[in-house]
């Protein structure tokens, strides 16, 4: 089985709105256009994806041109760490982001440390396997964001979550053989 993993395609900040509700940009719009019409995003029989606003515009944008059905599960949703509150400043943010990667805090806002997340997140992954391969599914999309797929990634890279952090683009993609438990294309690929 392959699950394709996908980070949403650029995000419009809306700093008077919940993170949340933050939909896609016009580029991101054009983006993800683009991104749907690659061979590997055709070749889907389902996509998964949070309900953050962002997510699911990606996954519709992904999902619509090639009829592939999506199915929301909000356990795919962002580390709420990185959610409770916008940081402005963007020193501020990256020392956040710079000190939660490297353990010198647990969490921001009161929200999920990271290992909580990967529980959740490997949870519903697993479930969802188990529930589609009864389905006779083979290739699944999982549309969800940057800091939960980088912790989940590195589970299964030499990197680590904070070089994937770094590396994960908006949008990007890998390919993840869930039988071997290796990816068969990596982020930035």
Do not use: C
């Amino acid at each position: 089985m392959n699950i394709i993993f996908i980070r949403h395609s650029k995000t419009f900040i809306e700093p008077e709105k919940s993170i949340t509700l933050w939909g896609l940009s016009d580029k991101g719009i054009e983006l993800a256009n683009v991104l749907s019409k690659t061979e590997s995003i055709k070749s889907l029989q389902v996509i998964y994806t949070s309900l953050q606003t962002k997510a699911l515009e990606t996954a519709l944008y992904l999902a619509k041109p090639n009829g592939i059905p999506i199915r929301a599960n909000n356990d795919f949703t962002e580390i709420t760490s990185f959610t409770n509150r916008f940081i402005a400043n963007k020193k501020d943010y990256e020392k956040n982001i710079f000190d939660f990667y490297h353990d010198n805090i647990r969490n921001i806002e009161n929200g999920e440390t990271y290992d909580e997340s990967l529980e959740r997140f490997n949870k519903a992954l697993e479930q969802i396997l188990v529930d589609e391969e009864r389905n006779g599914i083979d290739d699944i999309g999982i549309v969800s964001h940057g800091n939960i797929l980088a912790y989940f990634t590195a589970q299964y890279s030499n990197k680590s979550s904070y070089e994937l952090h770094e590396l994960i683009q908006m949008p990007d993609y890998a390919i993840f053989d869930w039988k071997t438990k290796k990816f068969t294309k990596f982020w930035g690929d």
